[in-house]
């Protein structure tokens, strides 16, 4: 550990707790305070996927952050967080934060990081992201050579959505949720649902892989992601 660092960003993986990294892993291990969110009403995920590495020992920074899709409330939350944090280091403590897939692709993280870095050394560890796991799990390779990968989040209007898959070999649609049908309907229209591959809790116990064509629900859970490849250099060759 950098002994000048005293707050870590810890990517915990997609899922599994065997997806954490060596280093993720010794800086957890080694850390005064694990700090993590919580919905407002639940456990913490990330918490459940890095418990079999901690000592059980180690003081705990639960963010508690709701569900909701207001920017204040949430920007309440990461202040809250970041000077609890704060706190913690200037009472000589070290703190690991835990992040679900990566801590800077999609990450809640990025806020506390915003927050945090203009007073401390803070260190990013990245960890396995949900996109590769997402691949993985679906044995489909992402790009090769000259093909062109976007992510698109379900959460934009069905014409830019249809823009955006048509300008790359391969999308990755995450934040699925209660976008599904409007999703479905793109790909469809599109030509593509043959070719999209859905997929969610990748790498968890309860991971489901199924044809978009035989998905009836109505909405996904939020970890969900449906991988689309239109064409490219790997399966065309």
Known sequence: ??????IWGLGIGPGDPEL???????ILQAADVVAYPAPANGDSLVRAIAAPHMSGSQEEIIISTPMVTERYPAQDVYDKGAAEISAAVEAGKSVAVLCEGDPFFYGSFMYLFARLSESYSVQVVPGVSSLSACSAELALPLAARND???????TIDADEMERQLLAANTAAIIKVGRHLGKIKAVLE???ATEKSHYIERATMENQRIVALSDLDDESAPYFSMIIVRRNGEILDQ
């Open 189 to 191: 229209k599109i030509g």
């Open 148 to 154: 062109v990968v976007s992510v698109i989040p379900g």
């Open 1 to 6: 550990m950098n002994e000048d660092t005293k």
């Open 20 to 26: 954490i990294t060596l280093k993720a892993l010794k």
